[in-house]
């Protein structure tokens, strides 16, 4: 009888040991799975700082621009003042010489100014197609992330 009951003992403590052996298991694996998720979450708000910032980049450049046309928009609001002064200039050149020199002054000035504006309008179809593939590339990581869950 006493044999019979220290196998019966060993048998349960055999028992006790497999399930501490599985829930050191499942612990592990749960402790896998937090890692696996802690990562996916950090690389998650990595992304979104980055396109934070990068949105955050453009918006300021934008109010820049918006600015910029805000004040011509003003200058050409006050429209009498510049017609005024035109005039003026006009009236104080004397012969046609002048009035040629004046003119090939201004429109290379409008050459100018419009390499400037092509040159604008580049860059901020750039910075739009920039934006746009960002955006494009978070969406198929968040996909591609959300299908590997």
Do not use: P
Not at 11 to 36: F, M, N, P, Y
Not at 47 to 73: F, M, N, P, V, Y
Not at 110 to 131: P, W
């Amino acid at each position: 009888m006493n044999q019979e009951l220290t196998q019966q003992w060993l048998t349960e403590i055999k028992a006790l040991k497999q399930q501490v052996a599985e829930l050191i298991s499942e612990r592990d694996a749960g402790w896998k799975s937090a890692e696996k998720w802690q990562k996916l979450y950090s690389t998650e708000a990595e992304q979104r700082r980055t396109d934070a910032q990068i949105s955050a980049g453009a918006i300021a450049s934008l109010k820049a621009e918006i600015q910029k046309l805000l004040l011509i928009e003003e200058v050409r609001l006050d429209d009498t003042t510049a017609a005024t002064a035109l005039h003026q200039e006009i009236s104080s050149l004397n012969s046609a010489d002048e009035l040629k020199a004046k003119l090939i002054a201004v429109m290379k000035e409008r050459d100018r100014l419009l390499s400037l504006l092509k040159s604008e309008q580049d860059s901020h179809a750039q910075t739009r197609k920039s934006l746009t593939t960002a955006l494009g590339d978070a969406i198929d990581s968040l996909t591609r992330e959300r299908k590997g869950e």
